[in-house]
């Protein structure tokens, strides 16, 4: 529920959407669950920013190595890396 306020008012107020972000993890931490993954893709773990994609995030596809996509944070620099093979692919080769 925080993330869907979260991303309602991120255009007008960013740092209301920081902490709503910010007391939806501490909530998931003080009940030891995990966040689900599109939440965990969305946010910045180092400033609880909501990434918006062209606003305060760019996203970048890099064939390095294995192909992944890299989303990095404009706030604070910050880089998340999501592989693009699975794992299961990958042993079978």
């Known amino acids: ?6 991303k309602n ?4 107020d960013p740092k ?4 709503y972000v ?3 993890r501490k909530i998931a931490m003080a009940a030891r669950m995990r966040l689900p993954v599109d ?3 969305e946010t910045c ?3 609880n920013a909501l990434l ?9 596809v890099k064939q390095k190595r294995e192909p992944h996509v890299v989303i990095t944070c404009l706030n604070c620099g910050n880089q998340i890396r999501i592989m693009l ?3 299961m692919e990958q042993e079978k080769d």
């Open 1 to 6: 529920m925080l993330f869907v306020e979260a």
């Open 9 to 12: 008012v991120s255009r007008g």
């Open 16 to 19: 209301l959407a920081m902490q």
């Open 22 to 24: 910010k007391s939806a």
């Open 39 to 41: 939440f965990r893709r």
């Open 45 to 47: 773990k180092s400033c």
């Open 52 to 60: 918006v994609q062209g606003n305060n995030c760019r996203v970048r």
């Open 85 to 87: 093979r699975k794992r």
